[in-house]
């Protein structure tokens, strides 16, 4: 079975400023993790995603995020916040595997961008 | 493109009635999914498909059925609305059944119940 667990259900940063949300997961197989944005009263859009190789991943809108095996995080980052960053964030993982495997999300983290 | 589309995109019921959530998507999808979203809570699955001709509960199936009509469409039935089932619906697909494939999702379907 998998968890994730997202710290902060907001996180505000002034325009300009480093975005950190964070996301810890628990899983008892090698996970593939996931970052997806919601924009008011739209559906989820994928940001970016680990599978395997390269631990630091590029996405879309400038973000990147680390996957620490050693620390079980996905952290989620850009160095300079926009104020259409604003939105809410939620990470997801599922189990490693050929087979089929359902994902699991976290309660999500509100983003708040201010001038 | 349309990509996944869910209707009606809002809905009203009172305690009792019967609802059904329709979904379709064009991308030639083999899995598709249902998943609600409460305040707080993120998104939990409701039912999934892994493919065409068959459906599997997820987290939180209890007052809710599914039929997988065809590999393009994937409803959603709510036989006795209760107001514990206000919520966001949102309807997702995803290529193929490995692990790593991403979900593509609709824009939602926002349900009240009186």
């Known amino acids: 079975a998998q968890s994730v667990t997202q710290l902060g259900s907001h996180v505000s940063v002034s325009e300009g400023a480093l975005v950190l949300l964070r996301c810890n997961y628990s899983?008892?197989?090698?996970?593939?993790l996931f970052w997806y944005v919601q924009y008011p009263n739209q559906g989820l859009q994928l940001l970016l995603k680990y599978t395997t190789g390269a631990t630091l991943v590029k996405g879309i809108n400038g973000f990147e995020a680390e996957f620490k095996k050693s620390e079980t995080s996905f952290h989620l980052t850009k160095p300079s916040a926009h104020m259409s960053d604003a939105a809410e964030y939620f990470c997801?993982?599922?189990?490693?595997?050929?087979?089929?495997?359902?994902?699991?999300f976290g309660k999500g983290t509100m983003l708040l961008v201010s001038p | 493109n349309a990509g996944v589309t869910q209707t009606p995109k809002f809905q009203v019921l009172k305690t009792g009635q019967s609802m059904t959530l329709q979904c379709a998507q064009d991308?030639?999808?083999?899995?598709m999914y249902w998943y609600r979203q409460d305040p707080g809570m993120g998104l939990r699955l409701i039912y999934y498909s892994a493919s065409e001709g068959t459906t599997d509960k997820g987290e939180v199936p209890n007052g809710y059925n599914v039929s997988r009509l065809n590999k393009r469409e994937f409803s959603l039935r709510l036989e006795s609305a209760a107001p514990s089932q206000t919520s966001v619906y949102f309807c997702?697909?995803?290529?193929?059944?490995?692990?790593?494939?991403?979900?593509?999702f609709g824009d939602g379907t926002r349900l009240s119940i009186l």
């Open positions: 991308m030639n999808h083999n899995s």
């Open positions: 997801a993982v599922t189990a490693a595997s050929t087979g089929y495997s359902t994902l699991t």
């Open positions: 899983s008892s197989v090698p996970p593939y």
């Open positions: 997702a697909s995803s290529a193929g059944q490995g692990a790593s494939q991403p979900q593509h």
